[in-house]
């Protein structure tokens, strides 16, 4: 049988300043952590972060001794990196100091890490240009380098009359630092003969009063041309089947 519970000799006390910081991502920010003992024994202490976000936070360094009844002060770097989720605006870290001797009761801080708010879009098209004979299709990327997830309205932007434009799907989300695509098909009736005409277009991304363009273009080949160009086929298919005719007989 286990004895009575050990009494506690002491606890660890833990402040943070600031208790609140403002972290964009791709940056870093610096507070102090304070933790006092009133263990009558000196004790030693380990640091840890808490919570979902518990990695933006590195106690520096993240093992201290304590004093009887002293006190220590370390740093904590906060760091979002460039490339990190970011879901919330405020997110909560949660700071423990733990004593190795048993008998000391371990505390937590609270730390508040507000992540600005930025929306930044960008919008390209692949290929941007293309040289067809009917419809081009285009895919358009929409890349989101801001710090919230975003729900992006794609359309159709400014284009001659005579270019009809299709955008599927019309919306997409985007998580920060992520991207999604959407198909684009653009068409305009080809000329018979002449010169190829060239027609340009934009593809607009639009999310709140924010919105970005991405300029595209495509050749349309004649009709003439195209014929010619299905004839010259017909030519090279009905040569090979000949060419293996021949070797056939002579075989």
């Given at each position: ?7 506690p ?9 600031p ?9 870093a ?45 370390i740093?904590v ?11 919330r ?11 190795t001797?048993?008998?000391?009761l ?74 999604a ?71």
């Open positions: 049988m286990s004895g009575p519970p050990l009494a000799v002491g606890e660890l006390r833990v402040t943070v300043e208790d609140t910081v403002d972290v964009a991502p791709g940056t920010a610096t507070v102090h952590l304070r933790i006092h003992s009133t263990a009558d024994v000196p004790v030693d202490v380990v640091i840890a972060a808490l919570g979902p976000h518990a990695a933006w936070c590195t106690p520096t360094p993240h093992h201290v001794q304590i004093a009887a009844g002293g006190a220590a002060q740093q770097i906060v760091r979002i990196t460039d490339r990190a989720p970011v879901s605006h405020t997110a909560v870290v949660g700071l423990r100091a733990t004593a001797r048993r008998g000391v371990p505390h937590v801080a609270e730390l508040r890490v507000r992540v600005p708010v930025t929306i930044a879009l960008r919008l390209d098209l692949v290929p941007p240009t293309q040289r067809v004979s009917g419809r081009a299709r285009f895919a358009a990327v929409v890349r989101n380098d801001g710090t919230v997830p975003l729900q992006v309205r794609m359309e159709p932007g400014d284009m001659p009359p005579e270019v009809v434009m299709r955008v599927r799907p019309s919306t997409v989300h985007v998580k920060p630092r992520g991207r695509r959407a198909r684009v098909a653009v068409r305009a009736a080809p000329p018979w003969a002449g010169p190829e005409p060239a027609h340009t277009f934009t593809v607009r991304a639009v999310t709140g009063d924010h919105q970005v363009e991405a300029l595209g273009s495509f050749v349309q080949r004649t009709r003439s041309g195209t014929a010619v160009l299905a004839l010259a086929g017909g030519l090279v298919v009905v040569g090979l089947l000949f060419l293996l005719l021949l070797v056939g007989v002579v075989g």
